[in-house]
């Protein structure tokens, strides 16, 4: 019989591609949400179905099952998936032609949602919104574009053809990542512009794309010491009153993964946890850091989640003669695209 919890705040990763005894264990500790996989989690769409099938298995309600699967270099599963292209690309494509760019998007969005979908996979953590100013190669072609109402654009697209298939997205990293060289995976980036350029520059796409129902928002881990002194992703200021109060964002909140460099001005796991929780993070990321993930657990103190803001985060797989024909249309579409 499944063990029935409400949902807690924290999504943790696995070692490999099928669930241990420890994993079982601990996916069924009452502070665990949900589940981020990465390719090493995947041997082939079969493996992978089996895989989300177990997961879900344990819960009740059942674990979010998410992933980083964005297209070009960040793109977990590749053997028996389609090959989505950089987002950069699209924004090439945007150049010559702008309503064949949108439509591609929204393909690129259909095929992406559909295919992790039918795998059991809930939602990506994609669009990224940040604004390529030329500055950050971890950013770089993931990047739809170096204008901000172009990214909302082509963002907005993209979001359209995976809420077709019936994924959400989660729009990333807020409030923006482009305009700094270091990468929080291995440093604290510092971000020095003042509020107002950030607002010009870098929110236009979470101003398009929140009044459309963006279901998710990771923020990132930056300091903009104009701002705050906090990272954003610790940062109440931030999340709450510019996230949710200006710019009336009612879904999930992730924390970037708080194993990441960016995140260690917060202090042990346990005190990055909470800090970001505090700040208004609905949900905390633990990557790559399984011992981290165990004292964390253990020693956090925190509410369950948002039981609305997850279920906006729920794939809802649409089964239907219309949808394959809905997939298959976007497939030859992007494929015609990137021939």
Same mark, same amino acid.
């Given at each position: 019989?499944?063990?029935?919890?409400?949902? @807690?705040?924290?999504?943790?990763?696995? =070692?490999?591609?099928?669930?241990?005894?420890?994993?079982?264990?601990?996916?069924?500790? $009452?502070?665990?949400?949900?589940?981020?996989?990465? &390719?090493?989690? *995947?041997?082939? $769409?079969?493996?992978?179905?089996?895989?989300?099938?177990?997961?879900? =298995?344990?819960?009740?309600?059942?674990?979010?099952?998410?992933?980083?699967?964005?297209?070009?270099?960040?793109?977990?599963?590749?053997?028996?998936?389609?090959?989505?292209?950089?987002?950069?690309?699209?924004?090439?494509?945007?150049?010559?032609?702008?309503?064949?760019?949108?439509?591609?998007?929204?393909?690129? @969005?259909?095929?992406?949602?559909?295919?992790?979908?039918?795998?059991?996979?809930?939602?990506?953590?994609?669009?990224?919104?940040?604004?390529? *100013?030329?500055?950050?190669?971890?950013? @770089?072609?993931?990047?739809?574009?170096?204008?901000?109402?172009?990214?909302?654009?082509?963002?907005?697209?993209?979001?359209?053809? /995976?809420?077709?298939?019936?994924?959400?997205?989660?729009?990333?990293?807020? $409030?923006?990542?482009?305009?700094?060289?270091?990468?929080?995976?291995?440093?604290?980036?510092?971000?020095?512009? #003042?509020?107002?350029?950030?607002?010009?520059?870098?929110?236009? $796409?979470?101003?398009?794309?929140?009044?459309?129902?963006?279901?998710?928002?990771?923020?990132?881990?930056?300091?903009?010491?104009?701002?705050?002194?906090?990272?954003?992703?610790?940062?109440?200021?931030? +999340?709450?009153?510019?996230?949710?109060?200006? +710019? #009336?964002?009612?879904? /999930?909140? *992730?924390?970037?993964?708080?194993?990441?460099?960016?995140?260690?001005?917060?202090?042990? /796991?346990?005190?990055?946890?909470?800090? &970001?929780?505090?700040?208004?993070?609905?949900?905390? +990321?633990?990557?790559?850091?399984?011992?981290?993930?165990?004292?964390?657990?253990?020693?956090?103190?925190?509410?369950?989640?948002? #039981?609305?803001?997850?279920?906006?985060?729920?794939?809802?797989?649409?089964?239907?003669? #219309?949808?394959?024909?809905?997939?298959?249309?976007?497939?030859?579409?992007?494929?015609?695209?990137? &021939?």
């Amino acid at each position: 019989m499944r063990a029935r919890f409400h949902l @807690g705040p924290v999504m943790i990763d696995l =070692a490999g591609a099928a669930l241990d005894a420890v994993e079982r264990d601990i996916l069924t500790h $009452p502070l665990v949400g949900g589940v981020i996989l990465f &390719a090493r989690n *995947f041997e082939s $769409p079969e493996q992978l179905r089996r895989l989300t099938s177990e997961i879900r =298995a344990l819960r009740d309600p059942k674990l979010l099952i998410s992933v980083d699967h964005e297209g070009g270099r960040v793109q977990r599963f590749k053997q028996g998936f389609t090959h989505i292209p950089a987002m950069r690309r699209l924004g090439i494509l945007a150049d010559r032609d702008r309503a064949l760019a949108l439509a591609t998007a929204e393909a690129a @969005g259909c095929v992406l949602a559909a295919e992790l979908l039918s795998r059991g996979v809930d939602f990506s953590f994609t669009p990224v919104l940040d604004v390529d *100013f030329g500055a950050s190669s971890v950013i @770089g072609d993931r990047a739809f574009d170096s204008n901000p109402t172009r990214v909302g654009e082509l963002a907005g697209a993209l979001l359209h053809g /995976m809420g077709q298939a019936g994924m959400a997205g989660v729009g990333k990293h807020f $409030p923006g990542h482009g305009h700094v060289r270091a990468d929080s995976h291995v440093a604290v980036p510092i971000d020095e512009r #003042e509020l107002a350029r950030i607002d010009a520059e870098d929110m236009v $796409p979470y101003r398009m794309l929140i009044p459309r129902g963006l279901a998710g928002v990771m923020p990132a881990h930056v300091i903009y010491p104009k701002v705050d002194s906090r990272p954003a992703g610790f940062s109440e200021i931030w +999340l709450m009153r510019i996230l949710r109060e200006q +710019l #009336e964002f009612d879904g /999930m909140i *992730f924390s970037d993964d708080l194993s990441m460099k960016g995140a260690s001005v917060a202090g042990d /796991m346990i005190a990055r946890a909470k800090a &970001a929780l505090d700040a208004g993070c609905d949900m905390v +990321l633990v990557c790559n850091a399984p011992n981290d993930a165990v004292s964390l657990l253990d020693g956090l103190e925190a509410a369950p989640l948002h #039981e609305l803001r997850s279920e906006r985060m729920r794939g809802q797989r649409k089964v239907s003669s #219309e949808i394959d024909l809905r997939y298959a249309a976007a497939l030859k579409t992007l494929q015609d695209a990137f &021939a």
